[in-house]
C-alpha cells in the first residue's frame, strides 16, 4: 500500500506540472475511495496543482484540513499554500500564512519569501517587500531575480524610484539577470516621481544590455520627459519608436502630444495630433484636451 502512496503522489505531482488540477483532485478521490492514507508529500502536491491552477481557495482547503487529518505541515506545504494566495491576489491571506511559520516551528526558504514578497507586490506594499529582503539577507538566504524583481515591482507601484534604483543597483552588483520586466518597473517608478533623467538612464542602461525594447518601455520613458518638461527627447524617443519597429499607441501620442502642450510647442502637437490617423490610433478624451490646450497657450482659438 506504501508503495500505491508513491506512485499516486508523483501521479500528482506530474500533473502539477500540466497544471491540470482537476484530475490531481480526482486522483485524490480516487485513493480517498481505496483508504488510501494521504501523507505530507501527497498533500503538497495536490496544493501545488491547485497553486498552478490559481485556486487558491481550494488550495487553502487542503492545507487546513492537513493538521486535523495529523499529516504533517513543513516547509513546501506552506510554500504551496502561500503561492497559491499570490497567485490569487490574496495578499493578505499570503502574508498571514508566512508569519504563522515560525509559529511552527517551520522554517522559511527561498520559495516561501519570494511567494510573500510577490504577494506585497501585488497589493503594493513596499515596506514589508524591503524588510522580507533584508530578512532574507541577515538570514543568509540567497537572493534571487525573483526576489529583486518582485520588490522593485512594489516600490514601482509606489513610485519609490530611489529604493527601486538601489534595488536594481544590487541585483547588477550581484551579477543577476535583469529582465525588461525589471527594467521597465524601475523605469515607471522614475516616471511616476518625475525623474526624467532617472528614465532615460534607464532606458540607455536597456540600450546597452541589448534589452529588447517595446511599447511599454518606450511609453514610460517619453511620460517621464512629458513630466519633466523635456518636449525635444520625448519627441527623439517617440522617433526613436518607428526606427526601432516598435508600434506607437494611444498612450504613446498622448505624452508626445503633452510633452509638446506643456512647452507651447503647438505646430509640433498639432504635427502628431494629425499622424495619429495614419498609424490607425483613435484619439481620446486625453488627446483632444492635450491638442486644444496647445491651441489656447498658443493663442490659437
Known amino acids: 500500500m506504501e508503495l ?40 503538497n502536491a495536490l496544493i501545488s496543482a491547485c497553486a498552478t491552477g490559481s485556486v487558491w481557495e481550494k488550495a487553502l482547503l487542503i492545507f487546513c484540513a492537513m493538521p486535523q487529518g495529523s499529516v504533517e505541515l513543513d516547509t513546501v506545504s506552506f510554500g504551496a499554500a502561500i503561492t497559491a494566495c499570490e497567485k490569487g491576489s490574496q495578499s493578505q491571506k499570503a502574508l498571514q500564512l508566512f508569519n504563522e511559520m515560525p509559529q511552527g516551528r517551520i522554517e522559511s526558504n527561498t520559495i516561501t519569501f519570494n511567494a510573500a514578497i510577490s504577494a506585497c507586490s501585488k497589493s503594493g506594499e513596499w515596506k514589508q517587500a524591503v524588510q522580507l529582503m533584508s530578512t532574507m539577507v541577515r538570514r543568509k538566504i540567497q537572493l534571487g531575480t525573483v526576489t529583486c524583481s518582485a520588490a522593485i515591482s512594489a516600490c514601482e507601484k509606489n513610485g519609490k524610484w530611489e529604493k527601486a534604483l538601489q534595488l536594481l ?14 527594467y ?17 538612464h534607464m532606458f540607455s542602461a536597456m540600450t546597452h544590455c541589448q ?39 494611444i498612450i504613446s501620442f498622448n505624452a508626445a502630444i503633452s510633452a509638446c502642450e506643456k512647452s507651447v510647442q503647438l505646430e509640433k502637437a498639432l504635427l ?24 489656447q497657450k498658443s493663442g490659437e482659438w
Open 211 to 249: 534589452v529588447e525594447l517595446d511599447t511599454v518601455v518606450f511609453n514610460a520613458a517619453i511620460s517621464a520627459c512629458e513630466k519633466g518638461r523635456k518636449w525635444e527627447t520625448a519627441l527623439l524617443l517617440f522617433s526613436a519608436m518607428a526606427d526601432s519597429k516598435v508600434e506607437s499607441d
Open 272 to 295: 502628431l495630433f494629425r499622424l495619429m490617423p495614419k498609424c490607425q490610433v483613435e484619439c481620446n478624451t486625453i488627446t483632444f484636451d492635450a491638442a486644444i490646450s496647445a491651441c
Open 169 to 182: 543597483s544590487v541585483m547588477v552588483q550581484s551579477k543577476m539577470k535583469v529582465d525588461k520586466i525589471t
Open 4 to 43: 500505491d502512496i508513491v506512485a499516486l503522489s508523483a501521479v500528482i505531482s506530474a500533473i502539477n506540472g500540466s497544471g491540470q488540477w482537476q484530475k490531481a483532485l480526482q486522483i485524490f478521490g480516487v485513493m480517498a475511495q481505496n483508504t488510501i492514507e494521504s501523507n505530507t508529500i501527497t498533500l
Open 184 to 200: 521597465s518597473s524601475v523605469m515607471s517608478a522614475c516616471e511616476k516621481s518625475s525623474k526624467w533623467e532617472q528614465a532615460c
